[in-house]
């Protein structure tokens, strides 16, 4: 596509990067068809092509005002688009550059800062998280439903302890996050159990908190870079003596993040070689029981756990489409006994999208309706998924338990 | 690149205020975008080399809207340019200055899919794969399937009338549509076609398709199902130089075998490809075709093994047969997948849609390569081979000076090219903007005055999509004499 970039950015990395990107899209419109929010608006501006060229005319130095910022605003990040793009337009690098820019031209109304901050300075911080969440359990029944709907019930199975420390060979670093340990807490215990079955050691380093994601994602940019140097200073003391082989992560959102910490940190002479590093050492929690496959297949023939109930598998867009990890939850689940439930336009997004959902709470509860639709018809026991965002949302709009799937094979070994 | 003399055009005096005011009394506020910011993405559809911005873009969400915007359009002298999913690669969906373009998009539902009469009622907006996935529990599918059928909706389809790769054996767009419903230029819902077969005057269904919007807004399209073959496979032959290739599809087809598809590919067009797809094209091989059989277990392997005699005879230097439907679907998606692909190797291109007779196939690829030379662009060719439908893709970079004046006229040498092997500029793109020129070469004054005659029975104010799909008579005049001794020669058809 022409480009003729304005002086402000051209010569900017930032610039530089947009204008290369720009330049592997030809317009095809292939991108629109997978759009979750192009399919429910039918709009030109709420799909990918018409996204690409508002940041186009933004960095060619049109004027902008809040209505290019609503359209990018709706975009889940979700990369259905860059799944289906046969050009290899690497759109979400795009849209961060460009939500940038516009978010200093444009700025924001009072309520919208407001609830921007909450979100920056609250959700990152376990310790103010925690709180929260436990005054909003109490107070949930006097809130209005909108509100209700978004603090999340206390889950009803008590978390199952971490496994007794062993000392494995093989150690992994497991990465808390920054709402998984209020919300769903069992999630990295039960990985730690399955792990330390297969001979592995998990371990979470203290002084972590939120991968930088959720800030990010909030063009809150700088305070991001902030949490993420804070993570890898925390991980790097057990990276740099060569003591883990991988850094484990449970939450596909998270995974996908710090598997770009490498590109984010590229121009950072202290950080670019420590997050690339760590880039390169971070798997998905299905990575790494995948590549243990065998092994989890005797284990399970042991457990003798007999047939496993019908479930329907949620991926999110952050494994599927930010990982491009395609089909490995699913065999794992089918390899321990669970019947798999049909589901429908299986690459659409579920609405919750990080802090979309408080953002832009008409669109994401379509699509979470939607979602709970295609799930459901199959009639499953359980939902899966693997990815607290997603899973803490679906609930929030089904009365059918929605789970993370090594909770399920943590189980089935159990037995 | 600009785009001259229809756009200026003093019929179209418009007051954009007052449209404003009478628009926002018939649809939604949601529905209307006026601001530049909110036009510009529009500016073009898939052909981004000839961009216009709209007066204003419209959205309406049912056909009440939409015949009442028109209603509108059709009272102030407004012209109207409808838009699809925009897939287009004619520029056929692209904006008049004075003009409001009218989006199908959101008119997206599959009105009623009828198992036993293998029919289907849909809006315009409903994408074309999306009637096949509505149909496959009933093991029926829409059989025209163009390389955009992911993304491009049935009302652009049949408006271009669009192929695809099964069209050799399926038909085009024309040939699997029953019934269109649309909105003439006046604001009158008129029908054209039955939900059985209609043979009575004169046959206006066939007429719509590849009509370019330039005869009625169409706002809802019986197509016909399909039933699914009971078995698909491919062939996949590989070929050590263009010639040979190019004479395998004749020599298929002289055979007698219809093939369910039969497509061929150059070596920049897999190269672009095989990295995104991994569809496993030889990539040594100067082009490789895909030739489908289907039917009954037994049809299929009686017409495979003739298909590979004639291709083994014909020289091929390797040749598979997808042994399962994952793998015939991965030999298909490298070709579905083409034109975007080339995205990857160059910032540009334009596809070219030319038709010529099969057996001038290997003439044409050298023709292809010596202009590929003269105007110093590459080019990968993507063809509908069984067909005799070429997709020359011309690469270039729209950032530098004067290359896509260059590319057109590669393009226009191509079409011209095409006219005198006894083919057509067009097989399933359509004319739009693109190859309004080159329509000069192919007809005369008096068809050209015929066509404007047909045109102006359905709509005597010119306000459906003005400036596409037929040339002025001026403009003809002007083309064919620049044209004139510089370019190739014309003959009649």
Request: hydrophobic letters at 40%.
């Amino acid at each position: 596509m022409q480009t003729n970039l304005a002086d402000f950015i051209k010569d900017t990395p930032e610039g530089r990067e947009a204008d290369a990107i720009l330049r592997t899209c030809v317009h095809c419109g292939f991108c629109t068809a997978t759009c979750p929010t192009y399919q429910l608006l039918g709009n030109e501006l709420d799909g990918p092509r018409g996204r690409i060229y508002l940041i186009k005319q933004v960095l060619e130095g049109q004027p902008v005002t809040q209505k290019t910022q609503m359209h990018l605003d709706r975009c889940l990040s979700c990369r259905s688009c860059e799944t289906t793009c046969p050009s290899g337009v690497k759109y979400h690098r795009l849209l961060d550059i460009g939500r940038a820019v516009v978010e200093q031209r444009v700025g924001r109304s009072v309520l919208e800062k407001a609830t921007r901050f909450l979100l920056c300075e609250a959700l990152p911080r376990p310790w103010v998280f925690k709180p929260a969440v436990k005054i909003g359990h109490l107070m949930r029944p006097l809130l209005p439903s909108i509100l209700a709907d978004k603090v999340p019930m206390p889950s009803e199975n008590a978390p199952k302890p971490w496994p007794q420390p062993r000392t494995h060979k093989r150690r992994m670093i497991a990465l808390p996050g920054c709402v998984q340990p209020t919300l769903t807490p069992n999630t990295n215990a039960a990985t730690a159990r399955v792990l330390d079955k297969l001979g592995i050691e998990l371990f979470e380093p203290a002084g972590t908190g939120c991968c930088g994601a959720l800030r990010y994602h909030l063009n809150a940019h700088d305070q991001a870079l902030e949490d993420m140097r804070r993570v890898i200073d925390a991980w790097w003391p057990h990276i740099e003596n060569g003591s883990v082989e991988a850094i484990v992560m449970t939450a596909s959102g998270c995974g996908a993040h710090v598997k770009e910490y490498g590109d984010m940190f590229k121009h950072d002479p202290a950080y670019a070689r420590k997050a690339l590093r760590i880039s390169e050492l971070t798997r998905d929690a299905s990575e790494i029981i995948a590549a243990e496959q065998s092994r989890l297949v005797e284990l399970l023939r042991a457990a003798s756990a007999g047939v496993g109930q019908r479930v329907a598998f949620h991926s999110p867009c952050t494994l599927q489409h930010g990982q491009k990890i395609r089909g490995v939850v699913e065999s794992l689940l089918a390899a321990a006994g669970y019947e798999l439930s049909p589901v429908a336009d299986p690459h659409l997004c579920c609405g919750s999208a990080g802090t979309y959902s408080i953002t832009q709470p008409t669109l994401s509860k379509q699509l979470r309706d939607n979602k709970l639709a295609a799930l459901g018809a199959g009639s499953p026991a359980v939902f899966v998924t693997a990815n607290i965002g997603c899973q803490t949302h679906l609930q929030s709009g089904s009365a059918t338990p929605v789970r993370h799937w090594i909770e399920l094979i943590d189980e089935r070994l159990a037995h | 690149m600009s785009i001259d003399s229809n756009f200026s055009d003093p019929r179209f005096a418009v007051d954009r205020e007052a449209l404003i005011a009478r628009l926002r009394k018939v649809l939604p506020v949601q529905a209307l975008l006026i601001e530049d910011e909110e036009l510009r993405p529009y500016e073009c559809d898939g052909l981004t080399a000839f961009r216009e911005m709209p007066l204003l873009v419209a959205l309406p969400e049912n056909e009440a809207q939409a015949q009442a915007l028109v209603k509108v359009c059709y009272e102030l002298k407004v012209p109207i340019v409808p838009r699809g999913a925009a897939t287009g690669l004619s520029g056929g969906a692209m904006p008049h200055r004075d003009g409001v373009v009218v989006s199908l998009a959101k008119l997206k539902k599959i009105i009623k899919l009828d198992p036993v009469a293998r029919t289907a009622v849909v809006q315009p907006g409903v994408r074309n794969l999306s009637v096949s996935e509505a149909a496959a529990p009933f093991n029926l599918y829409y059989a025209p399937d163009p390389s955009s059928q992911i993304a491009c909706t049935i009302g652009g389809n049949v408006a271009e009338n669009s192929g695809g790769v099964h069209c050799l054996k399926y038909g085009l767009t024309v040939h699997n549509v029953l019934r269109v419903r649309g909105i003439t230029a006046d604001g009158e819902i008129a029908e054209f076609g039955n939900a059985a077969l209609d043979a009575a005057g004169y046959d206006l269904l066939a007429l719509m398709n590849g009509s370019e919007g330039l005869l009625a807004l169409i706002t809802e399209v019986t197509v016909k199902l399909t039933p699914k073959p009971e078995l698909a496979q491919v062939v996949l032959a590989s070929f050590d130089n263009v010639t040979k290739a190019g004479d395998a599809v004749a020599s298929i087809i002289a055979a007698g075998i219809i093939p369910a598809g039969l497509e061929m590919m150059d070596k920049k067009a897999t190269h672009a490809v095989e990295p995104y797809v991994k569809a496993g094209y030889d990539m040594n091989a100067e082009a490789i075709l895909l030739c489908e059989s289907d039917g009954t277990p037994e049809e299929v392997a009686e017409e495979i093994g003739r298909m590979k005699a004639v291709l083994e005879k014909s020289g091929a230097s390797e040749i598979r047969v997808s042994q399962n439907e994952a793998e015939r679907l991965k030999f298909w998606a490298g070709r579905k997948a083409a034109f975007p692909a080339v995205g990857r190797v160059t910032p540009d291109y334009l596809c070219m849609d030319g038709t010529i007779p099969r057996k001038r196939l290997a003439e044409m690829l050298i023709a292809i390569a010596d202009l590929s030379q003269k105007y110093g662009l590459r080019c990968a060719n993507v063809f509908h081979a069984g067909d005799g439908n070429l997709h020359p893709l011309i690469m270039y970079d729209a950032n530098q000076p004067g290359e896509v004046e260059r590319a057109a006229d590669f393009g226009a040498d191509i079409l011209e090219l095409s006219v005198a092997f006894g083919g057509t500029v067009t097989g399933e793109h359509g004319v739009g903007v693109e190859k309004i020129n080159v329509m000069a070469v192919q007809f005369s004054l008096s068809e050209i005055s015929a066509f404007h005659r047909l045109k102006a029975a359905f709509d005597e104010r010119g306000l459906l999509n003005p400036g596409k799909g037929i040339p002025t008579l001026a403009r003809c005049r002007e083309y064919t004499q620049t044209r004139a001794g510089a370019a190739l020669s014309a003959p009649r058809f």
